[in-house]
């Protein structure tokens, strides 16, 4: 037992030596666009923390006075609709880079040694990310984000087909419903919900934020490792999107008329689509089994290539992954989706693409062990001293 705890203090040493929070570290690969993914997470993350801040000052976390703060905030503040605007397309412009480079670590392979610890660092900020931006989107207490929320909060009691089949546990713990009455405050979204989303929303960033800043303090490391222009540049954009495209503010939240469709905000629309697509049990454990896939990646690929088509079986996934988002939330948002007929397609085509992936590893694995060994490297020929 000690020499595995020994074993692992030293693999948190030695990657927590290499660990990069915002590409802090990649600076001379700061030609690619790629690899300024990094310094754009933290400046979208800052802009979305103050501006979030002062609007705190005018927000009021309660069903009756919610939306009426908003209203004020985007109409009679001075300058709250640029606040809000910013707000909101500094969180989306967050979402954003955070998935963008977490496909370039997968699919470059940066989440390999020593890169573990970054990735999951990244993985589990997307998580957060998602979660802090489902919470803040009912803060505005509308229509759409309402039942948005209702909708999602459903998902956990899926879980509870899965545990009711389990002796004594299930019989006395429904655990999705816990995870649901937990986040609801009660049987249904209400007033207590609106306080526990709007401390959650709150306290991510300020705990992420303390964390960050702790790591800068000891490491030493430079936060934004960009040029003052592309923060012009960003800043600028915020501005005008907040101008010509201001936030939503949409109909005040009513619990008796159901709206349809029922959407959330964009980086939910592929997870509306796939709950609609299979069983309850599955709509309950397919977020988990992605999220926990996601987190273990570093430890599940033991190919030592980095190169996506050295790695096949986890490029293809990550690559069905990625059609799967863009494909699902197109579906849902234009109501193309035909749910009697395509979800056995679905299901159909990922068994046959994920089989075709492991033949395809299988085989590639076999070719680089049967593979001759590389010759060593020739000698350095001594030059004759005269």
């Known amino acids: ?35 300024l993914l990094g ?60 998935i963008l480079r977490i496909y370039r670590m997968y699919f470059l392979g940066e989440y390999k ?10 993985f589990a900020g997307l998580v957060l990310a998602m979660i802090s931006g489902i919470t803040g989107y009912l803060l505005i207490w509308n229509q ?16 509870d087909e899965l545990t009711a089949k389990i002796p004594v546990i299930g019989e006395q713990f429904q655990v999705g419903s816990m995870i649901a009455y937990l986040f609801l405050g009660g049987p249904a979204v209400g007033a207590a919900t609106l306080t526990r989303f709007y401390a959650l929303h709150f306290g991510i960033s300020l705990v992420l934020l303390i964390v960050a800043e702790v790591f800068f303090f000891r490491t ?52 509306y689509q796939y709950v609609k697509y299979t069983p309850p049990l599955w709509a309950g454990l397919g977020p988990g089994l992605l999220i926990g896939f996601g987190m273990l990646v570093p430890f599940l690929d033991r190919g030592k290539g980095r190169r996506p088509l050295e790695r096949p079986f986890f490029f293809v996934v990550g690559l069905l992954a990625l059609v799967y988002f863009l494909v699902f939330t197109a579906l849902i948002m234009f109501n193309i989706a035909v749910i009697e007929r395509e979800p056995p397609l679905v299901l159909l085509t990922t068994i046959l693409v994920l089989s075709g992936a492991l033949v395809w590893e299988v085989r590639y694995r076999r070719r680089q062990a049967q593979a001759p060994p590389a010759p060593p490297p020739r000698p350095a020929r001594a030059e004759a001293h005269t």
């Open 220 to 271: 030493r490391r430079r936060r934004l490792n960009m040029s003052l222009f592309p923060v012009l540049l960003f800043t600028a954009m915020l501005v005008v999107t907040s101008y010509v495209l201001p936030a939503e503010l949409g109909r005040r939240a009513d619990p008796n008329r159901t709206p349809l469709p029922i959407l959330s905000d964009w980086y939910f629309l592929a997870l």
């Open 144 to 159: 759409r984000a309402f039942w948005a929320a209702k909708t999602v909060l459903t998902v956990p009691v899926f879980f």
């Open 39 to 98: 310094p754009m997470l933290y400046y979208f993350w800052i802009v979305t923390v103050v501006s979030g801040v002062v609007l705190m000052f005018w927000y009021e976390p309660t069903p009756t006075g919610a939306y009426n703060s908003i209203l004020r905030i985007q109409h009679d503040i001075p300058f709250g609709w640029l606040w809000r605007g910013m707000h909101k397309y500094a969180a989306d412009g967050l979402i954003i880079t955070i």
């Open 113 to 122: 040694k020593p890169g573990e610890l970054s990735w999951i660092w990244a």
């Open 1 to 35: 037992m000690s020499t595995m705890l020994a074993n692992l203090q030293e693999w948190y040493r030695d990657r927590r030596a290499k660990l990069d929070l915002f590409d802090e570290t990649l600076v001379d690969r700061q030609a690619n666009p790629l690899f």
